[in-house]
C-alpha cells in the first residue's frame, strides 16, 4: 500500500492535507478561499493537520482572534 493508494480511505487521510499531493493542496485552498500558495505555506506553518489549518486559516481571515 502506498500513500497514493485511493482505494485504501479512513480517518488518517481524511485528518490530514498533503502538501506534496497537489490535488489535496488545491481542494484546501478553494475549500477555504485562499490561494494554493497560501495554503502550502500554511501547511510548512502549521504541520497538515486539518483542523490546526483551518483555525489558522480562520485567524489569517481575521474571523478568530
Do not use: C, W
Not at 8 to 21: F, I, K, L, N, Q
Not at 37 to 47: E, F, K, M, N, V
Request: net charge neutral; hydrophobic share 30%.
Amino acid at each position: 500500500m502506498t500513500s497514493d493508494d485511493k482505494s485504501h480511505r479512513g480517518e488518517p487521510d481524511r485528518s490530514r492535507v498533503s502538501g506534496s499531493e497537489g490535488y489535496e493542496v488545491e481542494y484546501f485552498a478553494k475549500h477555504h478561499g485562499i490561494s494554493e500558495q497560501q495554503a502550502r505555506d500554511l501547511i510548512a506553518t502549521h504541520g497538515n493537520n486539518r483542523k490546526e489549518l483551518a483555525t489558522a486559516v480562520a485567524r489569517m481571515k481575521g474571523a478568530v482572534q
